[in-house]
C-alpha cells in the first residue's frame, strides 16, 4: 500500500463524518482509505488531457420544475419519524 | 498616529421571490404553521430527490445581468457537506465550481458626489436552511423546517469597500436593483435579505491584506454600520497593542453594541465539497438567455425617465420615487386611479417620507393602498376636506391603511361648505371681535389672520380656507 494514512488523519476525518470509531476500527478504516486513495493513484495514471471533465454520469442536461405549488401541509409526515416533537416542532438539544 | 484603510467585501443572501422551494414543490411562503411546508426532499429523507425550479435559474441570471455580471452557460450544483440541527441533509445543495454568474460590477454614488464601482466576485443559487427556536430557559432548541430548501442567490462582492458608507451604498443600490427585478423583496428584517461583511484593517498604504473576520446577524442598515464601525476599532486596537487578529466568525450583538466569536480556526470548516450527483447540469442557451434579457423589466434610469416624459413630474420628485421599488409602484398605481401625477407625488415625497422618518421605516414596510392615497387625493381635490385634515386622516392611511372616505365620514371632518352655517359663524366672531375688525379696516391687513383663525378653531379645523377668506373679505368691507 503506498498510501499511509496517519492517526490524525483518521481522527479528523471521524470528527468531519461524526463518527466515534475504536481502536480496531481506526486501523481497518486506516487500511480501506489507504486503499481506494491506491486506486485514485492509478486512476491518476491516465492521461486526461484534452478530455472534458465530466459533471455528472448521465448525458442529461436541464430538468427543471415549474414554479407552482404542488405539495400540502407536510408537517405530520415530517414529523412522524422525530424522537422528540414539541407541538409541531423537532426537539434538538439546545444550539446556538 | 499610524492611519489605517478599512478594506471590505461582503457576501450578501437574498431569499427569491419564488412561489415554491429550489428543489421540491412546497411553498414559501413567510409565518406558516412549523414544519407545515415540508416534505422528503426538503427534511433530507433518504431517496427524496431534488428536481430544480426553474424561476431560480431565471431569477438569478436577471439578478446576473442587471449586476453587469458574465452568466456561466454550463453550470452545475456543489454539495456543501456539515452538521448543524437546521440542516437535515447534512449537507446544503449550493455552487463552488461553476456559479451561474461572475465578474459583474454595481456603480454606486456617495455622499460627496463621486461614484465608485464594487466588483460583483460571483452569484451562486443555493438552498436555505431551517430555524432554530430557542427556548429562553430550556435544555432545547426546537427545529422548524419551512425555510429549509427556499431558494437563495448568495452575491459576494470584490473587498472593493472603505468605508461603512460605501457599504450601506452598495447594499441599497443591489436592493433596488433586485426589487426592480421582482426576484425577491429584500426585507433585511425579515430576513429574505440578509449581508454578512468581511472586514480587515490595514496600514494606509499597504499592499496586502489584513486578516480578516466575517461579522453575522446584521439585520438592518444601522446595524451593520454600527458593527463596521466596532470591529473596526476593535480590529486597531488588537494590531496598536501588538496583537493579532484571529481569523474567525463573529456574531453582532446590536443591542449591546459589541460582536463575540462564533468559531475560530481551530475548528476550521471543512466542507468536502464535491459535485451534486442528484442534479443534471444546467445549460443556459444563446437563446434562453437573451429571452431573460428581453424580459428584463423597466429598471430605475428608465422609469425615473419615463416619470419624467409620461407623467411631468419634475427630476427631483422622480429621482426620490424611483429610489425605491415600493414608492415607484404606489406612486403608478395612485396615479392610474385619481390620474393627479403631481398630487401623489407630493404626497410621498412630503408626509410619506416625513412619517417614514418619524417611524424609522423603510419605504419596504409601507403597507397602505394605492386605492386609499388616491381616495384622500380626489376628497382634496373635491375641497370635501381641506389640507390640515388631509394630513390628519393621511396619518391614519399611513399608519392603518385606514380607508378615508370612510373615516372623513365617521369622524365629520367634512370641511364646512354650507356657506349659510360659515357666514353665520363668521358673523358672529366679527362681532365678538370689534378690535381685529378695527384694526384691520385702520390698514392692518394681519388682523384677517386672527380672525381666520378663530373660525377655523370654531369650526374644529373644517372649514374651507379660500370660502373663509372670502366671506371674512366680505363681512370687513
Request: charged share 30%; aromatic share 0%; proline share 8%.
Given at each position: 500500500m503506498a498510501n499511509i494514512i496517519s492517526d490524525e488523519t483518521i481522527e479528523y476525518v471521524g470528527i468531519l463524518a461524526k463518527l466515534e470509531l475504536d481502536g480496531q476500527e481506526k486501523e481497518q478504516a486506516k487500511k480501506d482509505m489507504g486503499e481506494m486513495l491506491d486506486y485514485i493513484d492509478q486512476l491518476n495514471e491516465?492521461?486526461?488531457?484534452g478530455v472534458e471533465p465530466m459533471s455528472h454520469v448521465f448525458p442529461v442536461n436541464n430538468v427543471f420544475r415549474e414554479d407552482e405549488v404542488t405539495n400540502g401541509d407536510g408537517r405530520d409526515a415530517t414529523l412522524e419519524n422525530a424522537p422528540e416533537r414539541k407541538e409541531d416542532a423537532f426537539v434538538v438539544p439546545k444550539t446556538i | 498616529m499610524r492611519q489605517y484603510e478599512t478594506v471590505i467585501g461582503l457576501e450578501v443572501h437574498v431569499e427569491l421571490a419564488t412561489k415554491t422551494k429550489i428543489f421540491c414543490g412546497c411553498s414559501t411562503e413567510f409565518g406558516g404553521e412549523p414544519n407545515s411546508h415540508t416534505c422528503p426532499v426538503c427534511t433530507g429523507m433518504p431517496g427524496s430527490l431534488p428536481v430544480l425550479n426553474k424561476q431560480v435559474v431565471e431569477y438569478a441570471i436577471a439578478v446576473g445581468l442587471a449586476t453587469n455580471c458574465t452568466i456561466t452557460q454550463n453550470c452545475k450544483f456543489d454539495r456543501k457537506n456539515y452538521f448543524y440541527p437546521d440542516n437535515p441533509q447534512n449537507y446544503q445543495i449550493s455552487q463552488l465550481y461553476?456559479?451561474?454568474?461572475?465578474d459583474g460590477g454595481i456603480e454606486i454614488a456617495l455622499e460627496n458626489g463621486e461614484k465608485k464601482t464594487i466588483g460583483i466576485h460571483e452569484i451562486h443559487m443555493e438552498e436555505d436552511a431551517g430555524k432554530l427556536i430557542h427556548d429562553e430557559w430550556g435544555e432545547n432548541s426546537m427545529v422548524d423546517f419551512n425555510r429549509s430548501g427556499v431558494p437563495l442567490i448568495e452575491i459576494v462582492s470584490e473587498p472593493d469597500m472603505r468605508s461603512g458608507e460605501e457599504v450601506v451604498a452598495y447594499l441599497d443600490k443591489l436592493r433596488m436593483i433586485i426589487q426592480y427585478l421582482g426576484a425577491s423583496d429584500c426585507k433585511l428584517q425579515e430576513g429574505s435579505m440578509r449581508a454578512d461583511v468581511n472586514l480587515s484593517v490595514r496600514e494606509v498604504g499597504a499592499e496586502e491584506f489584513g486578516t480578516r473576520t466575517e461579522m453575522k446577524n446584521l439585520n438592518s442598515f444601522k446595524a451593520i454600520q454600527r458593527a463596521i464601525e466596532a470591529e473596526r476599532e476593535r480590529q486597531i486596537d488588537l494590531i496598536e497593542s501588538g496583537e493579532k487578529v484571529v481569523q474567525e466568525t463573529r456574531r453582532w450583538d446590536d443591542n449591546k453594541e459589541y460582536s463575540y466569536a462564533m468559531r475560530s480556526k481551530e475548528d476550521a470548516q471543512d466542507y468536502r465539497y464535491f459535485p451534486e450527483p442528484d442534479l443534471v447540469p444546467v445549460v443556459i442557451s444563446d437563446q434562453w438567455l437573451q429571452e431573460i434579457r428581453d424580459r428584463q423589466p423597466e429598471l430605475r434610469a428608465e422609469k425615473l425617465e419615463r416619470y419624467k416624459s409620461e407623467f411631468k413630474i419634475p427630476d427631483y420628485d422622480a429621482g426620490i420615487i424611483t429610489a425605491h421599488k415600493k414608492l415607484a409602484d404606489i406612486f403608478e398605481e395612485t396615479t392610474a386611479i385619481c390620474h393627479l401625477p403631481k398630487k401623489v407625488s407630493n404626497w410621498l415625497m412630503g408626509e410619506t417620507m416625513r412619517l417614514l422618518k418619524e417611524h424609522e421605516?423603510?419605504?419596504?414596510e409601507l403597507s397602505f393602498s394605492p386605492e386609499n392615497l388616491a381616495k384622500l387625493i380626489l376628497l382634496v381635490e373635491d375641497r370635501a376636506i381641506n389640507n390640515s385634515v388631509a394630513k390628519e386622516v393621511f396619518e391614519k392611511i399611513f399608519g392603518e391603511n385606514a380607508d378615508p372616505e370612510r373615516y372623513v365620514e365617521e369622524h365629520g371632518l367634512k370641511t364646512v361648505a354650507d356657506d349659510g352655517a360659515l357666514r353665520a359663524t363668521i358673523e358672529k366672531i366679527v362681532s365678538e371681535n370689534p378690535q381685529s375688525v378695527e384694526d384691520y379696516r385702520n390698514g392692518k391687513k394681519k388682523a384677517i389672520g386672527f380672525l381666520v383663525g378663530q373660525t377655523m378653531k370654531a369650526t374644529q379645523g373644517k372649514a374651507d380656507p379660500g370660502m373663509v377668506n372670502q366671506i371674512l373679505a366680505e363681512l370687513l368691507q
Open positions: 491516465l492521461d486526461t488531457s | 461553476l456559479p451561474i454568474c461572475r421605516m423603510e419605504a419596504e
